[in-house]
Structure formats: structure tokens, C-alpha cells
């Protein structure tokens, strides 16, 4: 077998800075966008408003998420604005919950018989949606929605007082008391 002879590659040539109608061209590649204190006020803002997630607005934004836990890490007052957006977040979401809860428009539906039907599909679907919300609200707000688990002893352990020890006549008395 004969081996082909490869022929020279041309050299590229760089494109021209404008279109063939005389426009520049359009960047490609990933946008650089600049992180800068005024994009942080906005995505508290997106948060507080629109009650979107931090990782939502941070895409929206185009910022970096490692300079936005940066931001947070080092400014303490950052920390403050962005506890502060999710608080307000957690309670609108426990406000669409009730809204949830409360609408009832498409509970109840006319078949074609003319007769009243209820629509079970859209119950579950406002039960699943309350649930996960309610889910949600745990994880991120657990001291104002988590799970209750001791609400009596501030979670301290309770040290139960020693029993009293009875002989046969107190225990025969208290029995005949009965």
C-alpha cells in the first residue's frame, strides 16, 4: 500500500472584525460579566420580589456563584441582606401555601351529564403542592418551620425525679382507695 502524501494545511486566517455587510460581529463565547456589589443588591432584590432561589438569580444575573458566597463570607452586613431577602422569601411562600390551599375553582367541575364532579387530580396536585413547599420551608427556615420536636425542656435533658418507694400496707390502702 502506497502512503498518500498529506498536503500543507493553509494557515488560518483571522476573521474580519466585520461582516461582509460592513457590521461588526457579534461576540462569541462565554459573556465576562463583572461582579460588583449593585448585582448583589439586585439579586436580593429578585429574591425578596420574585421569590426566586439565590442559584436562579445568580444564573439570571450571569454572576459567578463563587464570588457570590464570597460576598457573603466576607461582608457580614451581605450576610445580613441575604438572610434577610430569604426570610422574606420563606414567607411569601407560606403565603402561596394558603393561597393554595384556598382556591377552589377547579375543585369542582360539570361533565357531560350536567352533573357536579369532583376533580381529585387537581386536589392531589394542590396537596403535593403544599407539601412541598412545607418540605422546603422545614429545610431552609427549620428554627420557624421545622418539626417541633421538644418544646418543653429547651433541649436540655429532663432529670426525673427518684419514685417513691411504698410498702405492701400503702400500696394495699391506695388500691382500696380506688
Not at 463570607?73 to 445580613?80: F, G, I, L, P, V
Not at 411562600?93 to 351529564?113: G, P, R, S, T, W
Not at 352533573?115 to 386536589?123: A, C, F, G, L, Q
Request: proline share 5%; net charge positive.
Amino acid at each position: 500500500m502506497e502512503k498518500k502524501e498529506k498536503k500543507p494545511r493553509a494557515p488560518r486566517k483571522k476573521p474580519s472584525p466585520l461582516t461582509k455587510a460592513g457590521q461588526p460581529r457579534k461576540k462569541t463565547g462565554v459573556p465576562t460579566v463583572k461582579n460588583t456589589p449593585e448585582k448583589f443588591e439586585l439579586l436580593c432584590q429578585m429574591i425578596e420580589i420574585e421569590g426566586i432561589s439565590a442559584i436562579k438569580g445568580i444564573k439570571r444575573l450571569g454572576l459567578s456563584t463563587d464570588m457570590f458566597y464570597k460576598w457573603l463570607n466576607e461582608d457580614e452586613n451581605n450576610a445580613k441582606k441575604y438572610a434577610r431577602a430569604a426570610e422574606i422569601r420563606s414567607e411569601m411562600i407560606f403565603e402561596e401555601m394558603l393561597d393554595i390551599a384556598d382556591k377552589q375553582d377547579k375543585d369542582v367541575y360539570i361533565d357531560a351529564e350536567g352533573k357536579e364532579r369532583t376533580d381529585h387530580n387537581v386536589i392531589h396536585r394542590n396537596k403535593l403542592q403544599i407539601d412541598t413547599r412545607k418540605w422546603y420551608l422545614s429545610k431552609i427556615m427549620p428554627k420557624k418551620y421545622g418539626d417541633k420536636v421538644d418544646i418543653t425542656t429547651n433541649n436540655q435533658s429532663l432529670n426525673a425525679p427518684k419514685g417513691i418507694e411504698l410498702n405492701d400496707d400503702q400500696i394495699t390502702k391506695l388500691i382500696d382507695k380506688l
